[in-house]
């Protein structure tokens, strides 16, 4: 069993910044994939962002490049979310997830292969 939990989410105002965070426990052995994904309201969830920790590729979604920052403390089995210059399209619950296929199915996406998911934080943008 692989526990998720996210936090980090908050309220806060266009141009504003937050650093979310995914505590791993568990039998985290192997689940080398992990990405964030956000869902806003009435929309289908979306990868943001995935990073690959063996060797460190990551991929973002168009809409956030150059503004987040995927991370992993593979000591502490934290994964972060830097996200900067936030703005109100950003508003969603972010949802962190993990999975053990492997580097090559470890793109931006593929919803369907992450077993393993955390409960979500909400981030909210106001204009």
């Known amino acids: 069993q692989v526990h998720l939990v996210e936090s980090g989410g908050a309220s806060v105002q266009s141009g504003g910044s937050l650093r979310l965070s995914c505590a791993a426990s568990?039998?985290?052995?192997?689940?080398?994939?992990m990405q964030w994904f956000r869902q806003a309201p009435g929309q289908e969830r979306e990868g943001v962002a995935s990073?690959?920790?063996?060797?460190?590729?990551?991929f973002y979604a168009d809409s956030v490049k150059g503004r987040f920052t995927i991370s992993r403390d593979n000591a502490q089995n934290i994964l972060y979310l830097q996200m900067n210059s936030l703005i109100p399209g950003d508003t969603a619950v972010y949802y962190c997830?993990?999975?053990?296929?492997?580097?090559?199915?470890?793109?931006?996406?593929?919803?369907?292969?992450?077993?393993?998911w955390g409960q979500g934080t909400q981030v909210t943008v106001s204009s």
């Open positions: 997830a993990a999975h053990r296929h492997g580097a090559q199915l470890c793109g931006l996406g593929n919803l369907h292969l992450f077993q393993y």
């Open positions: 568990g039998d985290i052995l192997n689940t080398d994939c």
């Open positions: 990073l690959y920790s063996g060797d460190g590729t990551s």
